[in-house]
């Protein structure tokens, strides 16, 4: 299983989620007659890119493949590359150091970065980013489409078989009144051909009835399953944090974390009537030394207004952050920038995980 990234040059900017979403599905098709190991055929941004990019993560095949000699000492990953897009797959021992690196060259040659595998976000040169909802309502509808046929193609090759019975019986039924001779045994028959026929229907029903019960079944399920899915992959990708603690944004700039420290513990006992001590001086383990925090959600007055800033911090220890250390630094990042918004209360942040590593994290801010 790879890490998988790519590197996208298309002006204007998607719309939304869906268009990106058709125009990505278009491009993974890979229908074209382009030798995709070559970048030839790239925008001249994207062939830059490329360029500069392949000197250092060395590409797995084509004319640029690494030789026998340089596997074991260089980093590698497998490019496919189109005309608006280059698509990257690396190992996930290597994903980080390959995609900060593909990240910063993106920013530099003013290219888009898609983290496909990660925070399935796609992050422009200018810092702000576009959520790519997964396409999982998407598929539900479609299985239960899916379904639907199944069931009406089924009743419908039912009903077939019905009509050719009943049809078969009045053939037999007239037979036996109208062509042969009638005598006393004419109409036993018939009642016995009656009585095949209506315990025919009657299975038939009691056949249409099972299968109904059983398309419905399977399509409950596919459902509970989806959900089932959908319920794990919140809980793995998305992991909130300090959501207890309680502060404005507008409090001011604070020269230093002991400040910051009285300040946020007197503001939620005041407000709240809890000690947050132990919240404030845990570790922050789950999101690593460093992670990139978008400040505000991109529907806001705010994201307009500064474009969705994106702010990345370093923990002071180079190891984990604090809960304490982590607000000190998103406070004073803030507070110039929400001088003249409603919206300037904490509500924890969202850490979009990926398998063990944090990939992004997003400051949930309420008025």
Known sequence: MSYDIMIIDRHPRFKDSKEFQEWYDDVIEWKED?????????TPRLKEWFIKMKD?????????????????????????IAREGIYMAMGYSEADKICEIAFKLAK????????????????????????VFPQQEDNEVQ????????????????RVVARI?????????????????KGTWTMPVALVFTVIFF????WGLKWQRRTNKDVLKKYQQQQLEGQSTRQTQEQEGIKPLLEDVMWNFQTGVFGSKLDFYIAITRY?????????????????????????????????????????????LKADDGVSFTGLELLFKLNNELYPLLADSDTIF??????????????ICRVLLGS
């Open 56 to 80: 250092i993560v060395r590409p797995m095949n084509g004319k640029y493949a690494l030789s026998d000699e340089e596997i074991d000492r260089c980093l590698d990953a497998d490019y496919c």
């Open 199 to 202: 315990i025919f229907m009657i």
């Open 143 to 158: 299985n239960g489409n899916e379904l639907q046929a199944e069931c009406e193609k089924e009743l419908k090759r039912r």
């Open 346 to 359: 904490f509500e924890g942040i969202n850490s979009y995980r990926l398998m063990n590593r944090p990939s």
């Open 165 to 181: 019975g009943f049809a078969i019986y009045m053939a037999l039924f007239l037979l036996i009144m109208y062509v042969f001779p």
């Open 108 to 131: 530099e040659y003013g290219l888009s970065y898609y983290d496909i595998t990660g925070s399935n976000e796609l992050y422009y040169p200018d810092g702000s980013s576009l959520f």
């Open 268 to 312: 939620n006992k005041e407000v709240s009537g809890k000690s947050i001590v132990r919240l404030l001086e845990e570790k922050i383990e789950c999101i690593g030394a460093e992670t990139d925090f978008i400040l505000f959600d991109e529907d806001s007055e705010e994201a307009e207004k500064y474009n969705n800033p994106m702010v990345h």
């Open 34 to 42: 382009l030798d995709y190991n070559d970048c030839e055929h790239a």
